[in-house]
Nanobody, 115 residues
Framework: QVQLVESGGGLVQSGGSLRLSCAAS????????LGWYRQAPGKQREFIAD???????NYANSVKGRFTISRDNAKNTMYLQMSSLKPEDTAVYYC?????????WGQGTQVTVSS
């Protein structure tokens, strides 16, 4: 079982920045994958970025160059640094972990970007 808790969301103006955190209940080093997703009102949940089991990172084209995923293994925490935010980035942001073939989700944190 893996519990994930996101934090750091809020209201920001277009062009601004936010850093999201995802705290895990167990060592993130042991997880098969760890990543960020988001869901805007009326839309399906979409992939943002992740760490693969090999340690590489992947980004959605929509956020490449603006968002950066990072991790602190000692704190069992993953981060998403978001810059140059746009109104279309408004969504609930979720972290996800895959551990022994099971998928775990946090409760989400709201990010609202005003124009």
């Amino acid at each position: 079982q893996v519990q994930l808790v996101e934090s750091g969301g809020g209201l920001v103006q277009s062009g601004g920045s936010l850093r999201l955190s995802c705290a895990a209940s167990k060592s993130i080093f042991s997880l098969y994958s760890l990543g960020w997703y988001r869901q805007a009102p009326g839309k399906q949940r979409e992939f943002i970025a992740d760490f693969t089991s090999g340690g590489s990172t992947n980004y959605a084209n929509s956020v490449k160059g603006r968002f950066t995923i990072s991790r602190d293994n000692a704190k069992n925490t993953m981060y998403l640094q978001m810059s140059s935010l746009k109104p279309e980035d408004t969504a609930v942001y979720y972290c996800n972990a895959i551990h022994f073939a099971r998928s775990y989700w946090g409760q989400g944190t709201q990010v609202t970007v005003s124009s």
